[in-house]
């Protein structure tokens, strides 16, 4: 890991930082956007800026060879202060909705960073614990942000949760300065996603990960997107009672995902637990479709459920990839990044699509039985234990 414990421990606390600066917004975008849009194009934006996310990611490359990844994470961090200064103050839905666009773009470009980051300083004997406690300090952000927007939206003012974000982002630039101004850069892959894939393609075990992160990245697609629109518009749940749902249920996370980690490394191999992971998440999934409750216990319980299986997915395909790989291999991890947006795009294609022959309350019933298909490839991985 990092050369001691002190530094190591510190950049876990960044990670939580840093995560706790995406986590109050993310799931109130898709509410924010419908100010300006109908719910329709909501999904259109969330295509487009999936879009622009995946070329992105894909020319970062140069910059990254010329730059290094300290100076590139930084310039994206610059980016999404301007880009908040700009949705902050404004009341027209243009220069809103392209500072959305822009903010979820840098959002992913920065995880890639984090990405290189850690594996520069992982060691295969430790990913699953590594990666685990990793996920847990991202996890603990998403359970924490939510719930601060529960208080922070009591009067529905979506402006104070970006304030509130914009505020987090000085001592995150502070830190990273701290943290990663020495950096190492490893030469980095020239990005050939299409080869890239037909080389992941013929090993079945590379392959068998990263489709089982695509169908977890497209349940998340749908639930960021569509969950929050039906609570409030179908379910009647004001936005405070939302993010309050929101933040609970993805407790699982935090409770499972260092442990799960830890006997990946020790014991178990991940196969086993991928595989019930998707279970768990498709039942709990599908039952959204019937539950008609107004109350939030209720609701608690049922998502509570399905983050339960996806917090064994995300790190069981997280640990397996990254004993596979290192820092250099940027073509394996960009190709593993832009799995959330092409999700996105597939998911927000696909649930406008679907809107229009069946009811809003069936989509879920469709994205259980989508979860469910990801067993193919989680029973197709050889365990590395």
């Given at each position: 890991?990092?050369?001691?414990?002190?530094?190591?421990?510190?950049?876990?606390?960044?990670?939580?930082?840093?995560?706790?600066?995406?986590?109050?917004?993310?799931?109130?975008?898709?509410?924010?956007?419908?100010?300006?849009?109908?719910?329709?194009?909501?999904?259109?934006?969330?295509?487009?800026?999936?879009?622009?996310?995946?070329?992105?990611?894909?020319?970062?490359?140069?910059?990254?060879?010329?730059?290094?990844?300290?100076?590139?994470?930084?310039?994206?961090?610059?980016?999404?202060?301007?880009?908040?200064?700009?949705?902050?103050?404004?009341?027209?839905?243009?220069?809103?909705?392209?500072?959305?666009?822009?903010?979820?773009?840098?959002?992913?470009?920065?995880?890639?960073?984090?990405?290189?980051?850690?594996?520069?300083?992982?060691?295969?004997?430790?990913?699953?614990?590594?990666?685990?406690?990793?996920?847990?300090?991202?996890?603990?952000?998403?359970?924490?942000?939510?719930?601060?927007?529960?208080?922070?939206?009591?009067?529905?003012?979506?402006?104070?949760?970006?304030?509130?974000?914009?505020?987090?982002?000085?001592?995150?630039?502070?830190?990273?300065?701290?943290?990663?101004?020495k950096f190492e850069d490893a030469p980095y892959d020239k990005v050939r996603i299409i080869t890239a894939f037909s080389r992941i393609r013929k090993n079945i075990d590379v392959y068998s990960?990263?489709?089982?992160?695509?169908?977890?990245?497209?349940?998340?697609?749908?639930?960021?997107?569509?969950?929050?629109?039906?609570?409030?518009?179908?379910?009647?749940?004001?936005?405070?009672?939302?993010?309050?749902?929101?933040?609970?249920?993805?407790?699982?996370?935090?409770?499972?995902?260092?442990?799960?980690?830890?006997?990946?490394?020790?014991?178990?191999?991940?196969?086993?637990?991928?595989?019930?992971?998707?279970?768990?998440?498709?039942?709990?999934?599908?039952?959204?479709?019937?539950?008609?409750?107004?109350?939030?216990?209720?609701?608690?319980?049922?998502?509570?459920?399905?983050?339960?299986?996806?917090?064994?997915?995300?790190?069981?395909?997280?640990?397996?990839?990254?004993?596979?790989?290192?820092?250099?291999?940027?073509?394996?991890?960009?190709?593993?990044?832009?799995?959330?947006?092409?999700?996105?795009?597939?998911?927000?294609?696909?649930?406008?699509?679907?809107?229009?022959?069946?009811?809003?309350?069936?989509?879920?019933?469709?994205?259980?039985?989508?979860?469910?298909?990801?067993?193919?490839?989680?029973?197709?991985?050889?365990?590395?234990?």
């Amino acid at each position: 890991m990092f050369e001691n414990k002190k530094t190591t421990w510190l950049f876990y606390a960044f990670i939580f930082l840093f995560t706790l600066h995406i986590t109050p917004a993310i799931y109130i975008n898709s509410n924010f956007l419908a100010q300006y849009l109908p719910i329709q194009y909501v999904s259109v934006i969330y295509s487009i800026a999936s879009i622009m996310t995946v070329l992105i990611i894909l020319s970062l490359r140069p910059q990254l060879k010329r730059f290094g990844n300290y100076k590139v994470f930084l310039t994206c961090l610059v980016i999404e202060v301007l880009a908040l200064f700009l949705l902050i103050l404004t009341n027209s839905a243009v220069p809103a909705i392209i500072s959305f666009v822009i903010l979820f773009v840098m959002h992913s470009a920065l995880f890639l960073n984090l990405d290189i980051f850690l594996e520069k300083h992982t060691t295969n004997d430790q990913t699953g614990k590594i990666r685990g406690w990793y996920l847990t300090a991202i996890n603990i952000a998403f359970i924490i942000g939510p719930f601060l927007s529960s208080i922070i939206l009591s009067n529905d003012d979506f402006k104070q949760v970006y304030i509130f974000i914009l505020i987090l982002l000085f001592p995150i630039i502070f830190m990273a300065s701290e943290l990663f101004s020495k950096f190492e850069d490893a030469p980095y892959d020239k990005v050939r996603i299409i080869t890239a894939f037909s080389r992941i393609r013929k090993n079945i075990d590379v392959y068998s990960t990263v489709m089982s992160d695509f169908v977890l990245k497209f349940f998340y697609g749908w639930m960021i997107i569509y969950l929050p629109l039906y609570l409030y518009d179908y379910m009647k749940f004001s936005l405070s009672e939302i993010t309050l749902i929101l933040s609970i249920s993805l407790v699982p996370f935090v409770l499972i995902q260092g442990t799960a980690g830890k006997y990946a490394d020790l014991k178990y191999g991940e196969k086993e637990m991928l595989t019930i992971g998707f279970i768990v998440m498709a039942i709990f999934t599908s039952l959204i479709s019937f539950l008609d409750s107004s109350n939030i216990s209720v609701w608690i319980a049922v998502l509570f459920m399905t983050r339960v299986g996806a917090s064994m997915v995300e790190i069981m395909t997280e640990t397996h990839l990254f004993k596979r790989i290192d820092s250099g291999d940027l073509n394996i991890m960009s190709l593993f990044r832009i799995s959330r947006p092409v999700a996105y795009i597939f998911g927000t294609v696909s649930g406008t699509l679907f809107l229009t022959i069946i009811n809003f309350n069936m989509l879920f019933l469709v994205l259980g039985g989508i979860v469910l298909y990801g067993i193919r490839y989680s029973l197709a991985i050889t365990d590395t234990k």
